[in-house]
């Protein structure tokens, strides 16, 4: 069974940092898209960046230049750092892992930027 465990979210002033961290349990994780999603109140899921499992990243518009993602196979880890954050960048932020298109979700980190 896999389990995803996200962790570092918190409240920031705009322009500070956070770096968020997401732990795979189970074997799947070097063979998975890792990606992050937000979901700010009262919207849907977005995609905010992923990781292919050829190293390849993806970044929404909105994020382009201020976060980045990279991952560690030997410690089955993700991680968003989230660099210049914006109040728009409020959400809770959730960790996914594709893999062969079977999602699996972590449990989401709140992510608050006060202005």
């Known amino acids: 069974q896999v389990q995803l465990v996200e962790s570092g979210g918190g409240l920031v002033q705009a322009g500070g940092s956070l770096r968020l961290s997401c732990t795979a349990s189970?074997?799947?994780?070097?063979?998975?898209?890792m990606g992050w999603y937000r979901q700010p109140p009262g919207k849907e899921r977005e995609l905010v960046a992923s990781s292919s499992v050829t190293g390849s990243t993806n970044f929404a518009d909105s994020v382009k230049g201020r976060f980045t993602i990279s991952r560690d196979n030997a410690k089955n880890t993700v991680y968003l750092q989230m660099n210049t954050l914006k109040p728009e960048d409020t959400a809770v932020y959730y960790c996914?892992?594709?893999?062969?298109?079977?999602?699996?979700w972590g449990q989401g980190t709140q992510v608050t930027v006060s202005s």
């Open positions: 189970g074997s799947i994780f070097s063979m998975s898209t």
């Open positions: 996914n892992a594709d893999f062969f298109r079977v999602s699996y």
